[in-house]
Structure formats: C-alpha cells, structure tokens
C-alpha cells in the first residue's frame, strides 16, 4: 500500500496539535508542524523516496529522528507516538484545534472543564450556554465556534487538489498497466483544477470492461469495495477518498470524458443546446433519433451544438458558452508563459533554503526573475527583517546578481500591514526595494469596514506593490477575511496596485471567481508561488490551474512579462 505525502503530513500535523495541546516543549512541537509543512511542499512522492533509499536528512528541518519516524509511516502506515499520544488524549481535540476561534489553551479549557470528547457534545454545550461561563469564552466566541464547525464540517468532505494528484496518478498508473484498459482519464472536479477534490471520477477505455474491473478491484490502496458491476465500480480508499470507475467503448469516450467532467450547470447548458437541433446527449454520444452521430472526442460533442472546444477549467457555468458562441473564450495562460517568480522566502526568516539555493533553483526553472521576499520585523516569525538585516540583505543580493548569469534577484520584502493601514517598515528603506509585497498576517477579526480601509488606507503607499493572498483564507482552515472585496478591487484599479493570486495549494487566493472580476476590470495579477523552499518553486503549476479558472490570459498576469516591462508596472 502506497502511502502519500499528504497522510504523513496530516499525521504530524495531528500529532503536533495533541502535544500543544497537552503542554509538550514548543520547539518539539514546531519541529512536527516543519516537517508537515516540508513533506507537503514536496515535489516527489516521499514514499519513493524512501524506497529508493534516500537520505532524508538532507532536506533542511528533517533530521534522524524524524528521518526514522517517516520511514515507520511509509512502511507500516502508522506513527507509534501519535497512536499512543491519542490514547491519552482523544483525537477530537486535534480536529478542535482546526476550528479558527480555538487555540491550544481554548482547546484545553472545553476538553478539561466541560469533558467535551465530540463535536456534537461541543454544539450542544454552546447551545446549553455552558462554553460562555469558562474564562475566555464569551456569547460572540460561542458563535465562531458554530461557524468554525460548520466549515470544519464542509471541508473535511473534500480535500485539496494538490494532495488529490498523487493519489489520482498513483491509480492511473496502475489502471495502465492493464492490457485491456486503452484511454485512462481522471474527470470530475479533478480535470476541471477545482481548488478542491471531493472524490475522483475515473474513465477508462476497454473492448473488455469486466477485465478492467477485476484489474482495479485489486488495487492495493482499496480499503472498501462499495460495488464492482460489468462497466463500472465505487471504492473507498484507506486515504477516505471515493473513487468512481466507469468503462465505456472508444465510440463514446468523448461523450464520456464530457459529461463525467462536468460541471453539471455546464453539462445542462449542452444539453439545452442540443435539444434545439433535435439531438440527444448522454455519456453514450449524441444521437439523432437512435442512431449516434457523434461522442468519440469532446469536440465533435460540442460541435454537434455548434462550439468550440471548451477547456474543463472554463466549464462552470459562467458565461463560457455564451462566449463559445461568440468566439470570444480567452486563451489562457500557460505555464511556460511564466518569466519570473514575486513572492519567495529564504532562511534569513522562515523559509528552508539559501538565498543563493533559491536563485539557482529559479535559473533552473529558465526565469528571467525571482523576488526574495523575507517576512519583515512584525510577522510571528523566527527572524523578521528590520531595517539593518533588509540593508545586510540587499546588499547580499548585489553581490549574488553579479554573479548569476541570466536571473535577476529582485530585492522585495512581504511587509505586514498593520491594523491601522501603516505599512512594517518606513518608506526610508522602501524606496531602496524593488518592489514590495504587502499582506495580513494578524488583527483577522477586525469588523468588515475596518478590515476593508485597513488595506485600502495600504494601498495609498506610493511603495506598496503587490497586495499578498488578498482575501487571507486558508483552504480548509481558515474562511477568507470579512473584507469589502469590491471597494478593494475598485481601489486596486484606481491605485494601479497588483493583485496576487498565490499559488499555495492551501491558499489559491485569489480565487477564481475574484480573477474573472479583475481581469474584467482591468486589474493587473501577479502569480507567485510563496515559495518557502526550492521545492515549493513549483507550486506555481497551482496558480496556473486557478489562473486558468479565473480565465486569465498572458496579458493579465504581470510576471508573464521581461523584467524591463515588469519594473515599469512597478512605477506608481
């Protein structure tokens, strides 16, 4: 069986909020939390890794011990400490501290004083009112924590796309090696790059489905069989994912690969179209009268109806035929479209890798650019940069810059901004940057309005560049900020400041629908990978996918550009 990097992640992660929770030494508690965030961020499986007999230890915050604690998941797909740690204390107190509202001490407080093992017993003392009389609890409090449960609920149904990848490739690669499957595509949400995954919709190609069904049952990740049929089978995976296999003949692969696409609001729209011309649409093909007239590619379907072929990032309902129709659909952007990177951290703050490490790592990707973006003072970090340690580091970038060949470090700093709208640090040294990437990093509760003049009153900083992960919500984890998005937006436009779309699998903010909006205005987007290690480079593959979700195109995106155009885009 396959272990993925996200289930040893998810187990550290886990295994880190028990010890929190129960008082372990912060230094042993921050080490699982690094080696969650590391293991995530990295671009291989580490379960190859590991069979390849890899040195694990050479990834920076991976020493021996953790080293000896990722191969025991990797081969028996459990932590010793984790089972004995949960054996003490129950894992719903880690699933609390997924909750916003709750911090360890909260989450220690309803564990010991009102006994709370379940979610539904904590729903029912906040509506008994018992939360409120602990210290530190209120009637306000008690509703976030409503709210935080509700979104707890929503979202441990799906699960990131970046965490689904290696678990849909893993079953695609198996489903290959069967002589009898032809064409094997992953469809559903997963083909249409949603930010999130709520189970996988599998379509192969065969002459012979039942052999192809026998091929997948046997599938060593399978934890449940649910049905196995002639054509199709639903299983349960030991990661929780649902997985739905359909075989159809190559005749109707199109029609297939369409419909079980989706999304179902766009699937109908087809569908009405092709009532109009007296056709049929199903996932067998298109048929006039009984006999099938199309549905061996995608795009014979939608030329049944009269449209071009629609990429599954644009197929949401949201405009896309009415576009096809005109012709109009963007061409979106790529991924070798992309010059340079605005938004990297080093180890000088809270990043793994050398300033000279990340600058290679960029020449290696063939960009013209990077940003070396290191927190500023204020952020919660280990080393945020004040005025001396910026001057110390932009001078260490003048010194790297003479000796790269073809990449430009740019000199940027991500600056936290402050509940009063002030920017960390004084124009004095901001005018020695580059550019500067600005974002919220604390004060998330503050009122809509106050939030919202929070950024705008940034934005009138004549050194403010790029606004960072603007609306703050982290998937699964955190709702975004109660912001005023349109006067922000509006203010944008009218400051000529950047917008990010940060390509984090846990962010991808902006989302899609805000990148529509924006392009529509005329608002200038910048994609960065928020890279906090070599690896993480490569997460802008991420921003591309909800770049193209959010229809945007090379000339939307301002880091698709050389660095002579970019630096005149920086002038404000």
Same mark, same amino acid.
């Given at each position: 069986?396959?272990?993925?990097?996200?289930? &040893?992640?998810?187990?550290?992660?886990?295994?880190?909020?028990?010890?929190?929770?129960?008082?372990?030494?912060?230094?042993?508690?921050?080490?699982?939390?690094?080696?969650?965030?590391? &293991?995530?961020?990295?671009?291989?499986?580490?379960?190859?890794?590991?069979?390849?007999?890899?040195?694990?230890?050479?990834?920076?915050?991976?020493?021996?011990?953790?080293?000896?604690?990722?191969?025991?998941?990797?081969?028996?797909?459990?932590?010793?400490?984790?089972?004995?740690?949960?054996?003490?204390?129950?894992?719903?107190?880690?699933?609390?501290?997924?909750?916003?509202?709750?911090?360890?001490?909260?989450?220690?407080?309803?564990?010991?004083?009102?006994?709370?093992?379940?979610?539904?017993?904590?729903?029912?003392?906040?509506?008994?009112?018992?939360?409120?009389?602990?210290?530190?609890?209120?009637?306000?409090?008690?509703?976030?924590?409503?709210?935080?449960?509700?979104?707890?609920?929503?979202?441990?149904?799906?699960?990131?796309?970046?965490?689904?990848?290696?678990?849909?490739?893993?079953?695609?690669?198996?489903?290959?090696?069967?002589?009898?499957?032809?064409?094997?595509?992953?469809?559903?949400?997963?083909?249409?790059?949603?930010?999130?995954?709520?189970?996988?919709?599998? %379509?192969?190609?065969?002459?012979?489905?039942?052999? &192809?069904?026998?091929?997948?049952?046997?599938?060593?990740?399978?934890?449940?069989?649910?049905?196995?049929?002639?054509?199709?089978?639903?299983?349960?995976?030991?990661?929780?994912?649902?997985?739905?296999?359909?075989?159809?003949?190559?005749?109707?692969?199109?029609?297939? %690969?369409?419909?079980?696409?989706?999304?179902?609001?766009?699937?109908?729209?087809?569908?009405?179209?092709? &009532?109009?011309?007296? %056709?049929?649409?199903?996932?067998?093909?298109?048929?006039?009268?009984?006999?099938?007239?199309?549905?061996?590619?995608?795009?014979?379907?939608?030329?049944?109806?009269?449209?071009?072929?629609?990429?599954?990032?644009?197929?949401?309902?949201?405009?896309?035929?009415?576009?096809?129709?005109?012709?109009?659909?963007?061409?979106?952007?790529?991924?070798?479209?992309?010059?340079?990177?605005?938004?990297?951290?080093?180890?000088?703050?809270?990043?793994?890798?050398?300033?000279?490490?990340?600058?290679?790592?960029?020449?290696?990707?063939?960009?013209?650019?990077?940003?070396?973006?290191?927190?500023?003072?204020?952020?919660?970090?280990?080393?945020?940069?004040?005025?001396?340690? %910026?001057?110390?580091?932009?001078?260490?970038?003048?010194?790297?810059?003479?000796?790269?060949?073809?990449?430009?470090?740019?000199?940027?700093?991500?600056?936290?901004?402050?509940?009063?709208?002030?920017?960390?640090?004084?124009?004095?040294?901001?005018?020695?940057?580059?550019?500067?990437?600005?974002?919220?990093?604390?004060?998330?509760?503050?009122?809509?309005?106050?939030?919202?003049?929070?950024?705008?009153?940034?934005?009138?900083?004549?050194?403010?560049?790029?606004?960072?992960?603007?609306?703050?919500?982290?998937?699964?984890?955190?709702?975004?900020?109660?912001?005023?998005?349109?006067?922000?937006?509006?203010?944008?436009?009218?400051?000529?400041?950047?917008?990010?779309?940060?390509?984090?699998?846990?962010?991808?903010?902006?989302?899609?629908?805000?990148?529509?909006?924006?392009?529509?205005?005329?608002?200038?987007?910048?994609?960065?990978?928020?890279?906090?290690?070599?690896?993480?480079?490569?997460?802008?593959?991420?921003?591309?996918?909800?770049?193209?979700?959010?229809?945007?195109?090379?000339?939307?995106?301002?880091?698709?550009?050389?660095?002579?155009?970019?630096?005149?885009?920086?002038?404000?």
């Amino acid at each position: 069986m396959t272990i993925h990097n996200m289930e &040893v992640a998810e187990k550290f992660n886990r295994l880190a909020d028990l010890l929190e929770i129960d008082g372990a030494n912060p230094f042993r508690v921050r080490a699982y939390r690094n080696a969650a965030r590391i &293991v995530s961020g990295m671009g291989k499986n580490i379960a190859d890794l590991v069979s390849e007999d890899e040195d694990l230890t050479k990834f920076p915050g991976i020493g021996k011990d953790l080293a000896e604690k990722i191969k025991i998941i990797i081969r028996t797909g459990e932590l010793p400490l984790l089972k004995q740690t949960e054996k003490r204390l129950p894992r719903i107190l880690s699933q609390l501290m997924q909750i916003e509202s709750l911090g360890p001490k909260r989450v220690q407080a309803i564990y010991k004083k009102l006994k709370i093992k379940t979610m539904t017993e904590l729903k029912t003392a906040i509506e008994k009112g018992k939360l409120r009389k602990l210290a530190g609890f209120g009637e306000k409090t008690e509703q976030k924590i409503l709210q935080g449960i509700e979104h707890l609920k929503q979202a441990t149904s799906r699960i990131k796309l970046a965490s689904s990848i290696p678990i849909a490739n893993s079953l695609i690669n198996y489903l290959k090696e069967c002589k009898h499957a032809d064409h094997v595509e992953c469809a559903g949400s997963f083909r249409r790059h949603k930010e999130t995954v709520g189970d996988l919709d599998i %379509l192969v190609t065969a002459k012979n489905p039942e052999k &192809v069904i026998e091929h997948f049952v046997k599938f060593d990740e399978i934890a449940t069989i649910l049905s196995q049929g002639t054509t199709r089978s639903t299983v349960i995976l030991h990661s929780g994912i649902q997985v739905d296999l359909r075989v159809v003949p190559q005749k109707s692969y199109g029609a297939a %690969l369409l419909y079980f696409t989706g999304s179902k609001a766009h699937n109908i729209n087809v569908r009405k179209l092709a &009532v109009k011309k007296n %056709l049929k649409i199903n996932e067998y093909g298109v048929f006039k009268g009984d006999k099938q007239i199309a549905g061996k590619t995608e795009s014979s379907v939608y030329r049944q109806v009269g449209l071009p072929y629609i990429d599954p990032a644009l197929r949401e309902d949201q405009g896309e035929i009415e576009a096809a129709k005109k012709r109009k659909l963007p061409t979106l952007i790529a991924l070798d479209d992309i010059r340079g990177d605005l938004h990297a951290h080093t180890n000088l703050t809270d990043g793994d890798d050398s300033l000279e490490a990340m600058a290679k790592a960029a020449e290696a990707l063939g960009y013209d650019y990077l940003a070396i973006t290191d927190h500023s003072k204020h952020l919660t970090v280990a080393h945020g940069l004040n005025q001396k340690a %910026l001057l110390k580091q932009i001078k260490a970038i003048d010194k790297l810059n003479a000796k790269l060949k073809k990449l430009v470090v740019l000199k940027s700093i991500e600056l936290d901004i402050l509940e009063d709208g002030s920017l960390d640090l004084p124009d004095a040294i901001l005018k020695e940057l580059d550019l500067t990437v600005c974002s919220i990093h604390s004060k998330f509760n503050l009122s809509r309005k106050k939030q919202t003049e929070r950024i705008m009153r940034a934005m009138d900083n004549r050194y403010f560049t790029i606004l960072a992960h603007p609306t703050g919500r982290l998937i699964n984890r955190r709702a975004a900020l109660d912001i005023d998005i349109d006067r922000i937006l509006a203010a944008a436009k009218d400051k000529k400041c950047i917008l990010e779309l940060n390509a984090q699998p846990e962010r991808l903010d902006l989302n899609d629908r805000y990148c529509k909006i924006a392009k529509e205005m005329g608002i200038k987007i910048a994609i960065s990978s928020d890279a906090h290690s070599t690896a993480q480079l490569q997460t802008m593959q991420f921003g591309i996918y909800q770049a193209e979700r959010g229809w945007l195109s090379k000339s939307d995106v301002v880091n698709t550009r050389s660095l002579a155009a970019l630096k005149k885009l920086f002038a404000r």
